[in-house]
């Protein structure tokens, strides 16, 4: 078990009414235990919350006028993930044996193209035995292959896109892996949260799941943080589906920070850079 001390803070200048809906709070999921939160607005209509029964991802929505607003969110959460070896020995599921609630998670989505790269990923993957091993090879060949570079791509860029030109964050690197393994007829998706690492800057960090003899298992292309530690935010199909922030008017978001203090190692806390926030969309990892 691990305990994680996190903390996000965004800072806006509001331009016009703006309808806010965040999902920056620890999920409610069986692998975490929230021990403590706080949650503060400096402006704002009266909060509306409300939780995701499947994935467990908590949302905030509140309407906001003209000014300044600062969004902070605090808490400590204990984590407890079992993260088995690529040799544990877990198969892939027949399609035809995949649950109903789970089948949407081999369809191809906005981000996650798996129709159109399923023949090569085929040619890649296809003669490797299935399994938990063929899932960790998808894995060693995007951390082998696609450069981690910040500002490569953008929040529309695709696993295709991203595989054209080699090169992404971790948001890219989790869309690859959901891609490949969704082309393979292996159930998967992305996961965010909150975790500790050196480099890049903190921040929101994705990495994805995929489906493994009757269980979810996480994998992250990007080497960068261990997911036996992950704090989760939020669980999805894509990256649209967990966006930290989705806003409905004019903005400029002035700062974002993200703070991970794990119990045994030294804090890190760095700014994100300043971004320009759209006029009606989402903002997602980096």
Same mark, same amino acid.
């Given at each position: 078990?691990?305990?994680?001390?996190? %903390?996000?803070?965004?800072?806006?200048?509001?331009?016009?009414? *703006?309808?806010?809906?965040?999902?920056?709070?620890?999920?409610?999921?069986?692998?975490?235990?929230?021990?403590?939160?706080?949650? =503060?607005? !400096?402006?704002?209509? =009266?909060?509306?919350?409300?939780?995701?029964?499947?994935?467990?991802?908590?949302?905030?929505?509140?309407?906001?006028?003209?000014?300044?607003?600062?969004?902070?969110?605090?808490?400590?959460?204990?984590?407890?993930?079992?993260?088995?070896? !690529?040799?544990?020995?877990?198969?892939? *599921?027949?399609?035809? %044996?995949?649950?109903?609630?789970?089948?949407?998670?081999?369809?191809?989505?906005?981000?996650?193209?798996?129709?159109?790269?399923?023949?090569?990923?085929?040619?890649?993957?296809? +003669?490797?035995?299935?399994?938990?091993?063929?899932?960790? +090879?998808?894995?060693?060949?995007?951390?082998?292959?696609?450069?981690?570079?910040?500002?490569?791509?953008? !929040?529309?860029? *695709?696993?295709?896109?991203?595989?054209?030109?080699?090169?992404?964050?971790?948001?890219?690197?989790?869309?690859?892996?959901? *891609?490949?393994?969704?082309?393979?007829?292996?159930?998967?998706?992305?996961?965010?949260?909150?975790?500790?690492?050196?480099?890049?800057?903190?921040?929101?960090?994705?990495?994805?799941?995929?489906?493994?003899?009757?269980?979810?298992?996480?994998?992250?292309? $990007?080497?960068?943080?261990?997911?036996?530690?992950?704090?989760?935010?939020?669980?999805?199909?894509?990256?649209?589906?967990?966006?930290?922030? $989705?806003?409905?008017?004019?903005?400029?978001?002035?700062?974002?920070?993200?703070?991970?203090? %794990?119990?045994?190692?030294?804090?890190?806390?760095?700014?994100?850079?300043?971004?320009?926030?759209?006029?009606?969309?989402?903002?997602?990892?980096?």
């Amino acid at each position: 078990m691990h305990l994680s001390t996190v %903390e996000t803070v965004l800072e806006y200048h509001v331009l016009s009414p *703006t309808h806010f809906c965040f999902n920056i709070e620890a999920a409610h999921w069986p692998t975490q235990k929230i021990v403590s939160e706080r949650l =503060a607005i !400096s402006a704002g209509s =009266a909060l509306r919350s409300s939780v995701d029964r499947a994935s467990g991802n908590r949302y905030i929505r509140f309407d906001a006028q003209p000014g300044p607003l600062k969004v902070n969110y605090k808490a400590e959460v204990e984590v407890e993930v079992d993260t088995p070896e !690529s040799g544990a020995g877990l198969h892939e *599921t027949p399609v035809g %044996e995949v649950p109903d609630q789970i089948f949407p998670y081999l369809l191809a989505t906005r981000y996650c193209e798996s129709d159109v790269l399923c023949a090569e990923v085929g040619r890649m993957f296809g +003669a490797l035995p299935p399994g938990i091993g063929r899932v960790q +090879a998808i894995v060693d060949w995007i951390r082998a292959h696609i450069r981690y570079q910040p500002g490569s791509t953008q !929040s529309t860029t *695709t696993a295709h896109e991203a595989f054209e030109q080699r090169a992404g964050v971790c948001r890219d690197f989790a869309h690859l892996g959901i *891609t490949f393994c969704r082309a393979l007829n292996i159930p998967a998706r992305i996961v965010v949260g909150y975790v500790w690492f050196d480099e890049p800057p903190q921040d929101f960090h994705a990495v994805f799941e995929a489906w493994l003899d009757g269980r979810w298992v996480l994998f992250d292309p $990007t080497g960068m943080a261990p997911v036996d530690r992950l704090v989760r935010i939020g669980t999805g199909r894509d990256a649209k589906d967990v966006a930290f922030a $989705t806003l409905f008017g004019q903005v400029r978001m002035t700062r974002k920070e993200v703070m991970v203090l %794990e119990h045994d190692p030294r804090p890190v806390r760095v700014l994100s850079p300043v971004t320009q926030a759209p006029a009606a969309g989402v903002i997602l990892p980096a």
